[in-house]
């Protein structure tokens, strides 16, 4: 199965409030899309729905083809688990754990035994966070904390790699070098999807789409 992730006709909404209407969007191996559209348009209702972590109101949901509806809450967690990492608007890291900790965390659950701490280390490193391993969440900045939970998602290695504005208050060095990790990840094999207001890594993506009336349009900014 080359689709990693497909939606079709999905809907959603809170109340009366419909944030997604007749939405599809397929997410191929070693593929990256970029998706912009105004604050309070979806976006973040859309990721976490392809990340399981909601379930739409309407329409299908398939990862690695397999069709998500009647799956249990156990299987959704199972799945999820075996397909998608994360990189949060806002990290969410565990306070009383280090840098190098958090981002060995969720690996070690899937692939104890592996180098681990080297792997988190050389992350950390390219991150330039190396003189930061053993402070913890509360002793680092925002982009600190930004890079680890990137390193923390990469140190997983997921087939579906979900990013909600990665970018965002990093300075733009910084920002370039999380960009170019992020769409590293696809030599791997990942899919990922990106969601930005940064046109420059929107660029850089194969696909963009902007979210608007609850649905995808493709944007021929490549
Ligand atoms: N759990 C929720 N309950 C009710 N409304 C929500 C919930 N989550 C998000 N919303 C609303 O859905 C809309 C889309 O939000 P969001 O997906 O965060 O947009 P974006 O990420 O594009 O800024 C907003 O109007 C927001 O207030
Ligand atoms: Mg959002």
């Given at each position: 199965?080359?689709?990693?992730?497909?939606?079709?006709?999905i809907g959603k909404s809170?109340?009366?409030?419909i944030i997604l209407s007749g939405l599809?969007?397929?997410?191929?191996?070693?593929?990256?899309?970029?998706?912009?559209?105004?604050?309070?348009?979806g976006?973040?209702t859309l990721?976490?729905i392809?990340?399981?972590?909601?379930?739409a109101t309407?329409g299908?949901?398939?990862?690695?083809?397999?069709?998500?509806?009647?799956?249990?809450?156990?299987?959704?967690?199972?799945?999820?688990?075996?397909?998608?990492?994360?990189?949060?608007?806002?990290?969410?890291?565990?306070?009383?754990?280090?840098?190098?900790?958090?981002?060995?965390?969720?690996?070690?659950?899937?692939?104890?035994?592996?180098?681990?701490?080297?792997?988190?280390?050389?992350?950390?490193?390219?991150?330039?966070?190396?003189?930061?391993?053993?402070?913890?969440?509360?002793?680092?900045?925002?982009?600190?904390?930004?890079?680890?939970?990137?390193?923390?998602?990469?140190?997983?290695?997921?087939?579906?790699?979900?990013?909600?504005?990665?970018?965002?208050?990093?300075?733009?060095?910084?920002?370039?070098?999380?960009?170019?990790?992020?769409?590293?990840?696809?030599?791997?094999?990942?899919?990922?999807?990106?969601?930005?207001?940064?046109?420059?890594?929107?660029?850089?993506?194969?696909?963009?789409?902007?979210l608007?009336?609850g649905a995808?349009?493709?944007?021929?900014?490549?």
């Amino acid at each position: 199965m080359e689709n990693l992730l497909e939606m079709r006709d999905i809907g959603k909404s809170y109340g009366e409030d419909i944030i997604l209407s007749g939405l599809s969007f397929t997410l191929a191996r070693g593929m990256a899309i970029a998706i912009i559209g105004h604050s309070g348009g979806g976006k973040t209702t859309l990721l976490s729905i392809m990340g399981l972590l909601q379930k739409a109101t309407s329409g299908q949901v398939r990862i690695d083809g397999l069709d998500i509806a009647g799956l249990s809450s156990a299987m959704l967690a199972k799945l999820r688990g075996q397909y998608i990492s994360f990189v949060f608007q806002r990290a969410r890291l565990i306070n009383s754990l280090t840098a190098l900790e958090n981002v060995i965390a969720p690996a070690w659950f899937i692939r104890r035994g592996e180098n681990l701490e080297q792997q988190a280390q050389a992350l950390l490193a390219h991150f330039g966070l190396s003189h930061r391993l053993h402070h913890k969440p509360q002793e680092l900045s925002l982009g600190q904390l930004r890079r680890i939970s990137l390193a923390r998602a990469l140190l997983l290695k997921p087939p579906i790699l979900l990013a909600d504005e990665p970018t965002n208050d990093l300075d733009p060095a910084l920002a370039g070098e999380v960009a170019a990790c992020l769409l590293a990840a696809r030599q791997a094999g990942s899919g990922v999807v990106i969601v930005t207001h940064d046109v420059g890594l929107a660029a850089q993506a194969d696909q963009t789409f902007r979210l608007a009336d609850g649905a995808l349009h493709s944007v021929a900014c490549q």
